[in-house]
């Protein structure tokens, strides 16, 4: 009988090499390949096993998020829809797979961490077939829950956070993280949650860190100051005709749009002059290449800038028409370049010198108190002051354009004390304003101040329509909605949850302060925009209109960000009160009215009012002389809106914003 024994030596030497045997290469993009598949509800677009040749410029950042690439931080600038939500998956789930570690995937607030992981996450972990034993379904021991998901063999886990909780930034070590939408963070209560993020990583030699998002606006916009302070690379094409290599810029396609014809639009080649058409595209991306502007700093930080003209899901057609959708209004123009060109918007922090602005008003303003002809909508903002109220009218007109009616201040009407305020209020609501046809124009919304006073006020809201009378509160932040109804509201005596129905607004102060800025220093009457001015309004009205102005602030640990701050010594109830009165147009719908709609405000509100038939004393009778309206008073003066003065000849009214800028030419 013959006995084997075992070689222990060799035994010894196997055991050593099993352990020493490098692990095969980590490859996301092919791991993605073999395991990815996108269903419908995922990707309507490219439905089925992931396919690298839609997102070609993705393979390199793939390369750079794995081991073999020094760098330790990776920063994506995109537009929105170009796929990098996706590739920032690819990151998370292939990291598991095959590089299992602790992740931590932030989001902008903890209500997106949550629908992220409901949405995204659930749906890529029940498709990836692969992961199924690493993270089960149902677990019963709390190791899957909708923030945490821990591997079953405990190698791993991902923490998905909120940047708004300091709480989930804290006590926590991360080899690897996704900073997602990162130009939508803000300051929480423990300072700068992108500081606390980076610092969950800090005690990783080896950390890999995605930073990824769309611009905001600049001064001030995250993941620009990232994208800036890396590598700052560019994805490069030869040209399909003469092999010239070159990128897509916004410039170049916006030059060579023709407006009629936007289905036609494409870019020229900056060497040999042809069309580059969207036909083009798929075989141009396949031979593109990332080149750095910043090459010394690819060892730490690579940074990549992709907009939707590269990517599959965006048609040249379709970048044309947002372009000339937007294109004049700078709230619409900052979506644009956000979502569709993958850039910050530059935003005015400065107002234009308030004496060129009264200069302006002097020169060719209309007559204070008085519509123009070209304005058809009337709206007013009321701020509320302690003991006292100011009040803005403003009309609207087609393109965006606006006209300051009048603006005043109401002393001794204390909002808390109804029998001084109310009246007041009452009355400014019912009044009425000639217009250059004759007609009278009222309030056709009023937006007043809910912030101070949120209850005083709401006892008199609610006494009128909600469709007369809102309640609004201004809130900080470039991302933040135009107009939105505030939710939930507790009282601050008892703390009950209020609920004021329909009537309570929060209006983006930030965006529209920078967006009224850059309309101010327009000077042309036909522009999108236009701000025009009455004459005779004082010097305390342009002041205060532009008190305000966006400064670099150093918080109490160390942290920057920039905010509105009034100007030393300068009130700002002026602003205040355009900015409501803005609101209130919003709410109204003058901001997206279809052109039929304004057809038809045009129709009943332009044409001068009926005369009615005389009787022949009437007509026997001269004329008499019109009497002279009584000098305006100052902008501080305690009064209610002014008798309208005497109607004018009529204009056509449709002629109108023309006849005012050929004036002004002539001048």
């Avoid at 005709?241 to 289905?263: A, I, M, R, V």
């Avoid at 080649?269 to 075989?283: L, Q």
């Avoid at 100011?390 to 393109?399: C, D």
């Avoid at 009012?609 to 501080?636: F, H, N, R, S, Y």
Wanted: aromatic fraction near 10%.
């Amino acid at each position: 009988m013959t006995i084997h024994l075992a070689n222990p030596r060799r035994l010894a030497y196997g055991a050593v090499a099993d352990v020493w045997t490098p692990p095969p290469p980590v490859d996301y993009e092919a791991w993605a390949v073999a395991n990815i598949v996108f269903s419908e509800r995922e990707s309507p677009t490219f439905k089925g096993p992931f396919n690298p040749r839609n997102f070609p410029f993705f393979t390199e950042i793939y390369r750079a998020l794995g081991p073999s690439d020094p760098c330790r931080i990776v920063t994506i600038k995109k537009s929105a829809q170009c796929g990098g939500t996706i590739l920032a998956n690819v990151f998370t789930l292939g990291s598991q797979a095959l590089d299992p570690s602790d992740f931590l995937y932030c989001h902008p607030t903890e209500d997106n961490a949550r629908r992220w992981s409901k949405i995204k996450l659930k749906q890529m972990l029940r498709g990836t077939t692969a992961l199924a034993d690493v993270f089960p379904e149902k677990s019963r021991d709390g190791a899957d829950n909708i923030l945490f998901k821990e591997r079953a063999d405990g190698r791993g886990a991902i923490l998905i956070s909120g940047a708004n909780s300091p709480a989930s930034l804290s006590q926590v070590t991360m080899p690897k993280q996704v900073q997602d939408d990162l130009s939508k963070w803000e300051m929480n209560a423990a300072g700068d949650p992108e500081s606390q993020a980076d610092s969950r990583s800090q005690a990783c030699e080896f950390a890999k860190v995605l930073k990824i998002s769309t611009p905001l606006v600049m001064p001030g916009c995250r993941i620009t100051k990232n994208y800036e302070q890396g590598s700052q690379e560019q994805f490069y094409f030869p040209c399909p005709h003469c092999g010239h290599e070159q990128t897509l810029e916004l410039e170049n396609f916006l030059d060579n749009l023709d407006e009629d014809e936007p289905e036609r639009s494409h870019f020229v080649c900056a060497e040999c002059g042809c069309a580059i058409e969207e036909h083009h595209r798929p075989a141009m991306l396949l031979k593109g290449r990332w080149i750095a502007k910043n090459p010394k700093a690819a060892r730490y930080h690579r940074s990549f800038d992709i907009w939707s003209a590269y990517s599959l899901l965006q048609s040249f057609e379709r970048i044309a028409r947002a372009w000339l959708s937007a294109k004049g209004d700078p709230k619409k123009e900052q979506v644009f370049y956000n979502d569709v060109a993958g850039r910050a918007y530059q935003v005015k922090g400065e107002a234009p010198p308030w004496e060129a602005l009264r200069k302006r008003a002097d020169e060719n303003g209309h007559k204070r108190g008085v519509v123009p002809a070209w304005a058809f909508v009337v709206t007013v903002g009321v701020d509320v002051q302690d003991g006292w109220l100011a009040w803005q009218a403003v009309a609207w007109g087609r393109e965006g354009r606006r006209a300051v009616i009048d603006y005043r201040h109401i002393k001794d009407a204390a909002i808390d004390t109804p029998t001084s305020s109310h009246p007041r209020l009452d009355e400014l609501l019912a009044s009425k304003w000639r217009g250059e046809t004759g007609r009278e124009f009222g309030v056709d919304m009023l937006a007043i101040d809910g912030n101070y006073m949120t209850e005083e006020v709401w006892g008199w809201a609610k006494r009128h329509p909600v469709s007369k009378v809102i309640m609004v509160r201004g809130v900080d932040g470039d991302d933040k909605p135009l107009l939105a109804r505030v939710k939930k509201e507790r009282n601050r005596k008892t703390g009950k949850l209020l609920r004021y129905s329909s009537r309570f607004y929060h209006f983006a102060s930030w965006v529209m302060k920078w967006a009224l800025y850059r309309h101010l220093a327009k000077d042309d009457p036909l522009t999108y925009g236009f701000v025009a001015f009455p004459k005779e309004m004082g010097d305390d009205f342009f002041q205060e209109l532009t008190a305000e102005h966006r400064v670099l602030k150093k918080g109490k640990g160390g942290e920057v960000r920039y905010v509105w701050e009034v100007q030393d010594g300068q009130r700002n109830e002026g602003l205040d009160t355009m900015l409501q009165a803005e609101a209130a147009a919003i709410k109204f719908g003058v901001r997206d009215m279809a052109p039929g709609r304004w057809d038809q405000i045009e129709r009943e509100r332009a044409a001068p009012p009926d005369q009615g038939q005389l009787d022949i004393e009437d007509m026997l009778t001269p004329a008499a002389a019109p009497v002279a309206p009584e000098p305006p008073c100052e902008t501080k003066q305690d009064d209610t809106p002014s008798p309208p003065p005497a109607p004018p000849p009529a204009q056509k009214p449709r002629r109108a914003m023309a006849d005012f800028a050929a004036s002004l030419n002539r001048k």
